[in-house]
């Protein structure tokens, strides 16, 4: 297993590369890793979203046991809809709500599958050899938006919010999910607790078929769903998402800015 | 107004310019619309699709015409999925029919809006100001997925195939949408011809509205909706969307290859 991460530099660059210690030592990029050469002292660094990718896939139904509860069926095809990049924010970053949204925000803890290689039409094998790693992923929903129009279902927009893809702290290669449980802790009480072997598609079988439909490119996160156990989360309240072996991801959900309209997340502009 | 194309010239690579007559007069990019100087003769370039999105924002039951047909209220927000950057092909290039779906297909005439600047919670004025111009859209869906699960909808995953977001052949900045309309036509045969003041949602509002769910970045496009005489394309068939002032964008659905299986687009592979 190897962890990876990616960081701002002091002079605000971008690095990527393998955590061993304290140190990084730097790749050329997720989709080129080779060694640049470089070892940097992880105390100069402030971490980052561990990959940026350009679309995030993220599943609804996918583990047995939520089935079950819900009533419904086990799909036959990966059920999925798109969040947008700039959704992502990284561990330790605030999940911000949307200033014209008061209603219930829920965090669901899920696996992400970080690509590798651009994914086209590959059978499982070669999605297997495609995947790059896992992280962690906290999909948070609008949950009120959802069936807020009885006409049309509004699963993006619920979950394409800025800040609404959370992704870290890293990536581990190599990781074993079959053996792994994901937890999931609402300031500090537990609330998920399930085990990854209960998917209904594994992560192969996921970039396999997606990519089907799509093509996936390098960075690109498949976020694989949640189970059991997705509660809200009040304003101030932090969500953490612990996998053993790939780490915990932790977030805290700010209320919305009270002053006059800004460009959200351009704070020097706050009124 | 003013017309704006993207090109691959001889060498492989990316322009993006300002057409007049047989000249492009090439630009620094969409975000950084400046002049370089340069001065290309259109008959060296291949013509590409007019932006390259990081997403399309693509709108449901955005025309009062379309709404009452459908026996829908007209939506109090938009309505919206997205459609991934890897769907896009520009005029002329074949939308490709999915190897594993042999179901119906079906056009959506549209307009396009391009966005010309980051766009975060904008109120309607900004959001006229961040508008670069506007392009056609034929939005491209796998119709027998839509419904296909009963529980989930599957509106991203119908129209986010490869090749089923056709854009082009030019953005036109200037453009007064209210005065025009749109023609579809079906092997020469119109379908569609519906005027673009009967939106629910004008493009600025549009704008407005989504910048305050989630960040638009340069270059992203908005598809309006289609309104009344979306049907079927069969294999071979070829749609071709018109706004005066805008043009012509023409697209033929090829039929799936039957060989073994391989990476789609990537032709050099085909066994």
Redesign the interface.
């Known amino acids: 297993m190897q962890t990876w991460m990616r960081f701002m530099s002091g002079d605000g660059g971008i690095v990527f590369g393998r955590v061993e210690g304290a140190y990084l030592h730097e790749y050329e990029s997720l989709a080129q890793p080779v060694p640049t050469g470089a070892v940097l002292s992880l105390r100069a660094l402030t971490p980052l979203a561990p990959c940026a990718p350009?679309?995030i896939v993220a599943l609804?139904?996918n583990y047995h046991a939520l089935a079950a509860k819900l009533d419904?069926?086990v799909?036959?095809?990966p059920?999925?809809?798109?969040k947008?990049?700039?959704?992502v924010i990284g561990a330790g970053e605030p999940i911000r709500r949307?200033?014209?949204y008061a209603g219930k925000i829920v965090y669901e803890g899920e696996l992400g599958i970080v690509i590798g290689q651009r994914c086209?039409?590959?059978?499982v094998q070669q999605a297997e050899a495609a995947i790059f790693g896992y992280t962690l992923v906290n999909d948070v929903t609008a949950a009120d938006l959802l069936n807020e129009?009885p006409?049309?279902?509004?699963?993006?927009?619920a979950k394409?919010?800025?800040t609404f893809c959370c992704l870290g702290p890293a990536i581990v290669s190599g990781f074993d999910w079959r053996a792994a449980r994901l937890l999931t802790t609402l300031d500090g009480v537990e609330r998920q607790n399930y085990p990854l072997a209960d998917m209904v598609f594994s992560p192969a079988e996921q970039v396999s078929l997606i990519s089907?439909?799509?093509?996936l490119?390098p960075g690109d996160v498949i976020a694989c769903g949640t189970s059991l156990g997705v509660g809200s989360i009040k304003d101030g309240a932090t969500v953490s998402i612990t996998i053993d072996g790939i780490g915990t991801l932790t977030n805290t959900l700010s209320a919305a800015p009270r002053d006059a309209?800004?460009?959200?997340?351009?704070t020097a502009n706050v009124g």
């Open positions: 350009g679309k609804w139904n419904k069926p799909p036959t095809h059920l999925f809809l798109m947008p990049a700039a959704s949307p200033r014209h086209r039409d590959l059978d129009n006409h049309f279902p509004q699963w993006c927009r394409s919010f800025d089907q439909d799509l093509t490119e309209p800004q460009r959200l997340g351009d």
